[in-house]
Nanobody, 114 residues
């Protein structure tokens, strides 16, 4: 099983980023997929989840509702997190998580700063 995140970086407040997670080694289409984040000195928090059986009704944590969009491409074994209107409070390492195999990616750093 392998999950590889990409797309992180430094962005100014109000800016946007798109994170990607490439999955392999398991049946991606059958797995609930999530994005988590961990800010410095804090625990790892759930950001968004997209379901395998109902991808049209994802879950979002309250702080990101209306700003972040999770999506998946089962043909490419990819899950995405489109982030907009970013604020310094969104600064964190973002992780991809595959529920069916209980596996994490290595994380990608997102820094929001002017």
């Amino acid at each position: 099983v392998q999950l590889v995140e990409s797309g992180g970086g430094l962005v100014q407040p109000g800016g946007s980023l798109r994170l990607s997670c490439s999955a392999s080694g398991f049946t991606f289409s059958n797995s609930r997929m999530s994005w988590y984040r961990q800010a410095p000195g804090k625990g790892r928090d759930l950001v968004a989840t997209i379901y395998s059986d109902d991808p049209s009704t994802p879950y979002y944590d309250d702080p990101v509702k209306g700003r972040f969009t999770i999506s998946r491409d089962n043909a490419k074994n990819m899950v995405y997190l489109q982030m907009s209107n970013l604020s310094p409070e969104d600064t964190a390492v973002y992780y991809c998580y595959a529920a069916s195999v209980r596996s994490w990616g290595q994380g990608t750093q997102v820094t929001v700063s002017s």
